[in-house]
């Protein structure tokens, strides 16, 4: 049985024109996929609208959902909202594998005419961790302040002020050209 085959698209049976697709992406979705991964108990919803043309798709992925990650500030973790759309072009060509290799954009596939069923667990997989940004931070509570532990914040600011103590006295005269 091919592993995640509800993510193939019979595209050969579709009238051109908009069609839409929904998924609910669990933990187990990613067990197909090999590689550590930096969060977990992935939440995530995929509205897929795909428009069919005579030679080729244009497909709209949306994200949304939740995921659990660390926090790079206070080491806690906390769920991180979802929320991001990619586009994506696929070409029916009669040689897929040489346009692949010519072409460098990312945006855009190739895939042979040939073909009966569209494959897209890969951009939901590739998607989806391109959702969750770099640098993860616990969002500010309603009242403005930093959802991060309190006891971890007030451990860094006095970290930092120790820093500023100990500055070498022969820098102190280049703060007046740091505004410049």
């Known amino acids: 049985m091919k ?3 509800e993510f193939d698209i019979a595209f050969v049976g579709l009238k051109p024109g908009v069609h839409s697709f929904h998924y609910e992406i669990g933990e187990s979705f990613f067990e197909h ?3 550590e991964r930096d969060f977990s108990n992935c939440k995530a919803t995929v509205n897929l609208t795909l428009d069919k043309k005579t030679n080729f798709f244009l497909l709209k992925f949306e994200i949304g959902g939740t995921v ?3 926090c790079d500030r206070c080491g806690e973790p906390f769920e991180l909202q979802l929320w991001d759309d990619f586009n994506q072009i696929v070409k029916l060509v009669d040689n897929p594998d040489e346009l692949a290799s010519e072409d460098a954009d990312p945006d855009v596939s190739y895939i042979s005419k040939t073909e009966s069923h569209l494959h897209v667990a890969d951009w939901i997989y590739e998607f989806i961790l391109l959702s969750i940004p770099m640098q993860r931070i616990h969002p500010n509570t309603a009242d403005g302040k930093s959802g991060c532990d309190p006891k971890v914040i007030e451990m860094l600011e006095r970290m930092n002020q120790q820093a500023k103590e100990k ?3 022969i820098w102190k005269g280049l703060d007046k ?3 410049n």
Do not use: A, S
């Open 3 to 5: 592993p995640l085959r």
């Open 33 to 35: 996929y090999e590689g």
């Open 68 to 70: 659990t990650v660390t």
């Open 167 to 169: 500055d070498n006295p």
């Open 177 to 179: 050209f740091k505004d």
